[in-house]
């Protein structure tokens, strides 16, 4: 006799279908875009989403230069690191980290949104960000998405 059910289907590194996807963050609020694009690394949006699995997808992000940020946060907001040293903390705002390297704010969002763990680290390396339209991966076929789209 056969048993009534269901099985449960986990993904795994073998099962999963990674995509290619592109986003134009061109006048985007940082935190919103931010949090849709850490659902599309972490593999949410797919209905095979198993939490421990890196399922998401390859996220190539253009026009990070061109990301808006509300209020004061151009001046208020700061990105602290450490050296290592004592008393080596160090502190930079929004404004100043904006004009060495656009890109590290949009980084430093995603990266902030994704796991603290060694599955994050590797969700992380699928994220490709660049200040312009151009990007070198044309090879991989990238699907373009409007963050606005998505829920």
Same mark, same amino acid.
């Given at each position: ?58 996220? +190539?992000?253009? !026009? #990070?230069?061109?990301?808006? *940020?509300?209020? %004061? $946060?151009?001046?208020?907001?700061? &990105? ?24 590290? +704010?949009?980084? !430093? #969002?995603?990266?902030?949104? *994704?796991?603290? %763990? $060694?599955?994050?680290?590797?969700? &992380? ?24 789209? +998505?829920?």
């Amino acid at each position: 006799m056969e048993k009534l059910g269901y099985k449960t289907i986990s993904a795994n590194k073998d099962t999963v279908n990674k995509n290619w996807v592109v986003v134009d963050v061109d006048g985007l609020t940082l935190g919103r875009m931010a949090s849709k694009v850490a659902k599309l690394l972490r593999g949410k949006h797919k209905p095979n989403f198993t939490p421990h699995v890196d399922c998401g997808d390859n996220v +190539i992000i253009l !026009n #990070a230069s061109k990301i808006k *940020l509300t209020g %004061n $946060k151009w001046k208020n907001k700061e &990105y602290i690191r450490h050296t290592g040293y004592p008393g080596g903390q160090r502190s930079v705002t929004a404004e100043q980290l904006y004009k060495k390297n656009p890109t590290r +704010i949009v980084e !430093n #969002a995603i990266r902030g949104m *994704l796991p603290k %763990n $060694k599955l994050g680290a590797m969700l &992380y390396r699928n994220l490709k960000v660049y200040t312009g339209q151009e990007h070198k991966h044309q090879g991989q076929n990238p699907i373009e998405i409007k963050l606005n789209k +998505i829920k």
